[in-house]
C-alpha cells in the first residue's frame, strides 16, 4: 500500500493566520498534485509538481502556494488565510495500481474563521 | 457546464435496493474512473473503464464510449453503502476532470 500522508486532518484557524499544509509520500514518485474541494463540489487541481524545484498552478486559480525542495514533501501554504479559503484540500501522487486514477491522501480540513 | 455531470446529487435508499448513479461526460478520454468518498474525506479508487463492464462485489460499472455516459450500480444496498461516489474522466498525462459526486445515504 502505497503510503501519503497529509497533516493536519483539521484545522480551524482565524483570519490572517499564516498557515501551511503538510503532504508528504514515501514511494519516492516525482509527480505529487494538490486538490482542492469546496463542500458539495468537485475536485479541482490548484498546484501540481513534476520533481524538486518543478511546481506549477492548477485548472483553478489559488491564492495557495506551493513548494517542492525534496521528493518526498510537497507542502502548500496560505500566507493570510481568508475565510474564501475553508475548503478541503486533497494531496495525490500517480496511480500505484493499474485500476487507479491517482492516489489521494486522507485530505485536510480547513475552516477559517 | 461542467465537463462531466453526475445525477442524481443527492439519493437516498432503504437497504435492499438497487441503486444506479449516473455520468455523462463532454471531453475526450483514455479512461473514466469511479471513486468512493467517505464522510472522513478519504477516497478510495472504485472502478477504471475504458469499454464495457466491470463487476467488484455488489458494485457493477458500465460505460458506452459512443454515447460518453457511465453508469454505477449498486445491487442489494447496505449502509455502509453510504458514501458520496464520484465519477472523474482522465485525459491525457492523467489529467482528470472530476464530477460533483452523487451523496448517497442507505437507510437500515
Known amino acids: 500500500e502505497a503510503d501519503i500522508y497529509q497533516t493536519p486532518r483539521y484545522l480551524v484557524i482565524g483570519t490572517g493566520k499564516k498557515i501551511t499544509l503538510e503532504c508528504s509520500q514515501t514511494m519516492g514518485h516525482d509527480k505529487m498534485y494538490w486538490y482542492q474541494q469546496d463542500p458539495g463540489m468537485e475536485l479541482h487541481l490548484i498546484h501540481y509538481?513534476?520533481?524538486?524545484?518543478?511546481?506549477e498552478k492548477g485548472d483553478l486559480s489559488s491564492e495557495s502556494t506551493v513548494s517542492r525542495i525534496r521528493t518526498e514533501h510537497f507542502p502548500l501554504t496560505l500566507e493570510s488565510a481568508r475565510p474564501s479559503h475553508t475548503s478541503q484540500y486533497l494531496c495525490a501522487i500517480p496511480r500505484v495500481a493499474v485500476n487507479q486514477p491517482q492516489h489521494f491522501g486522507d485530505g485536510t480540513r480547513l475552516s477559517i474563521l | 457546464k461542467n465537463e462531466v455531470e453526475q445525477s442524481p446529487q443527492n439519493l437516498t435508499a432503504q437497504e435492499g435496493e438497487f441503486i444506479t448513479i449516473n455520468c455523462s461526460y463532454s471531453?475526450?478520454?483514455?479512461?473514466l474512473h469511479w471513486l468512493q468518498q467517505h464522510p472522513g474525506g478519504g477516497i478510495v479508487s472504485l472502478f477504471m473503464?475504458?469499454?464495457g463492464k466491470k463487476k467488484h462485489g455488489r458494485l457493477i460499472a458500465t460505460i458506452n464510449i459512443q454515447e460518453k455516459h457511465s453508469s454505477l450500480h449498486i445491487t442489494a444496498s447496505h449502509p455502509r453503502d453510504s458514501a458520496v461516489y464520484i465519477c472523474a474522466a482522465e485525459g491525457g498525462s492523467e489529467k482528470l476532470v472530476f464530477g460533483k459526486g452523487t451523496k448517497l445515504t442507505v437507510n437500515p
Open positions: 509538481s513534476y520533481g524538486v524545484n518543478s511546481t
Open positions: 471531453v475526450g478520454i483514455s479512461a
Open positions: 473503464l475504458s469499454s
